[in-house]
């Protein structure tokens, strides 16, 4: 069992204004709207192929494994404030501390403990009412699914996504470098709800970004049904299906079932779905 990291995103990292600059060029070259689509040339691993390949950010080396589903989670600047990123910290060093369970491995316990901490992450994110809301309107958010959308399948295969209205979830399983894929997701959108919300500049995207790669079908399905309930367990809807900003709410509209690829040919109907007059009747996202 391998254990989720914690990634940095020097794009999110920078200056505003070098930021702008970024996400202005994702728009500009092939983020969703224009040209070709990227990087493309990297061959997917075969699934079940535990080959690994490193990249770095920040001088951090972040393991990629081939050919597996990678669950991504990553929030707006800000929504995760001070005290609870202390509070986490604090977290993390008294279970560090705790008398090591009979027959666990290393590699189980950190899993053991980052599960624990990025429930409680993910929990505040969901009940949270303070700090940044970009996403809440319906118009932020159709961007954010139309981006996960666009790269289908060129730059990596879709499983699952849910947008909320400060982090949003993504199951794929990328077939460029990772780092192209949440470059150019995060630079686009950062760069076209800026824009909308009157904010060019703004820093929009935290700096780390969490994932952890599905070893199994098994854990994969778990991955799905997370995300899918994200929206019900913050009681914001009745059923997953009922959030128009998830993958759930095509599954039987589009005949995708759950661990089955979102097909290219659905990709129209999902983006042309939102209509500007439909705020009144969703209400926005949380």
Same mark, same amino acid.
């Given at each position: 069992m391998t254990k989720p990291t914690k990634r940095l995103q020097h794009d999110e990292a920078s200056p505003p204004a070098r930021d702008a600059k970024r996400g202005q060029r994702s728009a500009q070259n092939g983020d969703l709207h224009k040209g070709q689509p990227g990087k493309a040339d990297v061959q997917p691993g075969q699934p079940g192929k535990a080959d690994?390949?490193? @990249? @770095?950010? %920040? =001088?951090?080396? =972040?393991?990629?494994?081939? !050919?597996f589903p990678i669950f991504l989670t990553w929030n707006l600047k800000g929504a995760l404030p001070k005290r609870v990123a202390a509070a986490l910290e604090q977290q993390r060093r008294r279970l560090e501390q705790e008398p090591r369970r009979p027959g666990e491995t290393d590699p189980e316990r950190?899993? %053991?403990?980052?599960?624990?901490?990025?429930? %409680? /992450? $993910?929990?505040?994110? $969901? &009940? &949270? /009412? $303070? !700090?940044?809301?970009h996403l809440r309107g319906p118009q932020a958010a159709q961007i954010v699914v139309d981006s996960f959308v666009w790269g289908v399948t060129a730059r990596y295969t879709l499983y699952a996504y849910v947008v909320m209205a400060n982090h949003v979830h993504v199951l794929l399983m990328p077939r460029v470098d990772l780092e192209v894929i949440t470059q150019g997701i995060k630079g686009y959108t950062a760069y076209q709800i800026n824009g909308l919300q009157n904010e060019r500049g703004r820093v929009f995207w935290q700096d780390e970004s969490f994932d952890h790669w599905a070893r199994d079908d098994e854990e994969m399905h778990r991955i799905i049904e997370y995300i899918e309930n994200n929206p019900v367990r913050a009681q914001l809807c009745g059923r997953p299906e009922d959030w128009p900003w998830s993958s759930a709410a095509w599954r039987q509209r589009l005949g995708w079932t759950r661990g089955a690829p979102f097909l290219a040919d659905w990709t129209p109907l999902v983006r042309q779905a939102f209509q500007p007059d439909s705020d009144s009747k969703s209400g926005g996202v949380g």
């Open positions: 690994v390949r490193a @990249y @770095y950010e %920040r =001088h951090l080396p =972040h393991q990629v494994p081939e !050919g950190q899993m %053991r403990h980052a599960k624990l901490l990025f429930a %409680r /992450r $993910d929990h505040y994110l $969901d &009940t &949270t /009412r $303070d !700090g940044p809301m």
